[in-house]
């Protein structure tokens, strides 16, 4: 301190509280001389937390002090302790301050980096990733006084990666991988031979696919990560390859395939649930990414990959608000409760726009459900492509791997449905006709993406 400087109980209360560079500014003296005294500082709160009466506390200071070269200040202390209760509070309450702020800062850190993380993904696959060949595209029908419809088609709660094992669920289900692409080359047969076969009498002049998330197995619990055929990388990437050549096929069969994707929590690059940027920060994002830029060449083919959580899409002039589905609770197992309220307040949010809402689409329960609600539209829920886990199995809460399929009318609006049962192809397809690649056959390194959001998949 500069000379004939006197210390009072209100310096000492500034020195313990006060942001370092705050009080050097204020009092006028080095920095090097400061970090001595809050030295000191924290010594005498330590000593009276440490004593219970304020007996020879300055005594078992005053060797710190005489090292310091702060002897002179002793009686400042002395003043100080006489205020003790009023002191330690203080200094407690500032200790938590501080803590808290460290902690923010460390979060805030860590949002940044994993931003980035997104971010840098998506350019180093935008870069390098090999678009397949385009497919022909078929030529828009001639009515010709047939029903013209659009086909809606589900796609959600694949849980691409996950292993089910037989034996642990009573052999009602297995999964894994390579049944993963039996049951999807299911779906897709089932899809196309439906559309041309059995609905002869319909032209279908559109194909619109809602992925609704949970694409993917995810990191975000510990059974998970220990028991998943392969790692977040190869879950999202492969599968998007496996999923790529399965949308070919539907764009060589329908005039203009629109694809809308929602995330799911199985997704989220942590285990902690959030909020802000929710469908961003998410596996199943990257995966959609990478299912566009694989059929970027194709042209039918229309990808719109929102930053909300929640998407509204226009068929046939009728809305559909899409969701996941993760945010509606269950009451004794039924969800019904949930749906309708998170229904209802969709509705109020479309009225103060001037749109109504009359179609209400998530995944997430695995279950497909579709039943009206009185005039407020109609809720419809789809199943899963995974089947009843280990998970499921204790409760029980069985469900088939169902993905769900309807047709939309100008005039109607929903009309028919189809429920398509995938497990099916468990048996029917020996082996799936779509390519597994391997890591090693594409043409940049994975390597770096893993490294790349390696803090992400903690």
């Not at 002090?65 to 200094?91: C, D, M, N, R, T």
């Not at 990959?305 to 809305?319: C, D, F, N, Q, R």
């Not at 509606?328 to 103060?352: C, Q, V």
């Amino acid at each position: 301190m500069s000379q004939g400087f006197k210390w009072t109980p209100d310096i000492f209360y500034d020195l313990i509280t006060t942001p370092l560079d705050e009080f050097v500014k204020k009092y006028k003296i080095s920095r090097a001389y400061a970090r001595r005294y809050r030295n000191w500082a924290k010594l005498v709160i330590s000593s009276i937390l440490a004593n219970s009466s304020n007996k020879n506390i300055v005594d078992v200071l005053s060797e710190s002090a005489l090292s310091l070269g702060i002897e002179e200040y002793l009686p400042v202390l002395a003043s100080s302790i006489q205020k003790k209760e009023e002191l330690v509070e203080k200094y407690k309450e500032v200790e938590l301050l501080r803590e808290q702020n460290r902690y923010l800062k460390k979060i805030n850190k860590h949002l940044i980096k994993e931003l980035s993380e997104v971010n840098t993904v998506i350019s180093f696959i935008q870069e390098n990733l090999k678009s397949f060949e385009p497919v022909p595209v078929p030529p828009p029908q001639i009515p010709d006084n047939k029903v013209v419809e659009s086909v809606v088609c589900l796609f959600s709660d694949w849980h691409i990666g996950e292993v089910i094992k037989k034996s642990e669920v009573n052999g009602l289900n297995e999964y894994n991988f390579e049944i993963f692409t039996k049951r999807l080359e299911y779906l897709i047969t089932k899809i196309i031979k439906f559309t041309k076969k059995n609905m002869v009498a319909h032209v279908f002049d559109e194909l619109n696919i809602f992925f609704l998330g949970d694409m993917v197995s995810g990191i975000i619990h510990d059974d998970l990560v220990e028991t998943n055929q392969m790692s977040i990388v190869e879950q999202t990437m492969l599968g998007a390859y496996v999923t790529a050549q399965a949308l070919l096929e539907l764009a060589m069969n329908f005039p203009k395939v629109r694809v809308y994707c929602i995330v799911g929590n199985h997704g989220r690059l942590k285990r902690t649930k959030y909020a802000k940027r929710k469908q961003v920060d998410n596996w199943d994002f990257i995966f959609y990414h990478f299912l566009k830029l694989f059929l970027d060449k194709q042209k039918n083919v229309e990808f719109h990959i929102p930053e909300s959580t929640t998407a509204v899409v226009e068929v046939k002039g009728h809305l559909f608000v899409l969701f996941h589905g993760d945010t509606i609770r269950r009451w004794m197992d039924i969800p019904f409760y949930g749906i309708n309220r998170t229904a209802l307040k969709h509705i109020e949010l479309g009225a103060s726009q001037g749109k109504f809402y009359r179609y209400f689409v998530m995944g997430h329960h695995h279950q497909k459900i579709s039943y009206q609600e009185g005039l407020g539209g109609e809720r419809i829920m789809n199943g899963c492509l995974s089947g009843i886990s280990e998970y499921a199995y204790q409760f029980p809460l069985v469900s088939k791997p169902v993905q769900l399929m309807f047709a939309v009318h100008e005039k109607y609006g929903k009309t028919w449905e189809l429920p398509i049962d995938v497990a099916f192809g468990d048996k029917e397809i020996k082996k799936s006709r779509y390519v597994i690649p391997k890591l090693s056959d594409f043409s940049f390194d994975l390597e770096k993406i893993i490294k790349i959001i390696n803090g992400g998949a903690k």
